[in-house]
């Protein structure tokens, strides 16, 4: 049977949309502000998202940002929950390598990165959120990762075995281990990136 090229599941995001349609206004305020705190992640690190910075950022009130997300916590959840919809959109039908269309290694490859990626940008919020989490390997997001990478894995060319084989892949991007990783070994984002993708060529090149 063809495995096929993409998940064969939706966009499971952290948090879920809006309960009701955004009015216009409110939707490009909460895209701005997204972009704004994503922006200040990007330069500056997670510790430099807080609800001024972002409002000077996005050239709007700080009022405006509590109404729109009540607290930081808010504010981060809802960034998470954007940035795992377009990483998952991305995986989806976005371009190679990380979208359909490529080698299935490079995808692996690409996909690991983007997460590791996601998972430092946002991994005060990922901690919090596991360790209220009794069975966070269950969580939806998880899951999806979890298939993709088995049907990624599938097409590599491993026939068994896979399923203990994308947790093991997934487990050094995952946000304990990268705290770990990075606070007591002492690696850097790119040292992890580059180790990590190794081990993944590595595994492919002996299968």
């Known amino acids: ?14 948090g879920g949309p809006p309960p009701s349609p955004e009015r216009a206004d409110a939707a490009r305020n909460r895209r701005l502000l997204l972009a704004a705190a994503k922006s200040l992640i990007d330069h500056h690190g997670a510790a430099a998202v807080t609800m ?8 709007v009130g700080k009022g405006t ?9 808010g504010l981060m959840h809802a960034l998470l929950d954007h940035s795992e919809s377009d990483l998952q959109q991305a995986m989806l039908s976005g371009p190679e ?13 690409a996909y690991g990165r983007a ?19 009794q069975d966070r390997l269950a969580h939806p997001v998880w899951s999806m990762s979890t298939q993709h990478v088995k049907i990624l894995l599938r097409q590599i060319g491993f026939s068994s075995g896979v399923d203990v084989m994308a947790h093991a892949v997934q487990a050094p991007i995952d946000a304990i281990t990268v705290r770990h990783l990075m606070s007591v070994v002492g690696l850097t984002h790119e040292q992890i990136a580059d180790d990590w993708e190794q081990m993944v060529r590595t595994l492919a090149a002996g299968r």
């Not at 001024?52 to 050239?59: I, K, L, T, Y």
């Not at 940002?65 to 916590?73: A, H």
């Not at 997460?115 to 989490?133: C, G, P, Q």
């Open 115 to 133: 997460r590791l990626k996601m998972t430092i940008d946002h991994l005060d919020l990922l901690l919090e959120a596991n360790a209220d989490d």
């Open 65 to 73: 940002v509590f109404r729109r997300f009540g607290n930081r916590t």
């Open 97 to 109: 390598p990380l979208g359909p269309g490529g080698h299935p290694l490079d995808r692996l490859v």
């Open 1 to 14: 049977m063809a495995i096929p090229d993409h998940d064969p599941v939706g966009l499971p995001v952290v």
């Open 52 to 59: 001024d910075a972002v409002a000077r950022a996005a050239g």
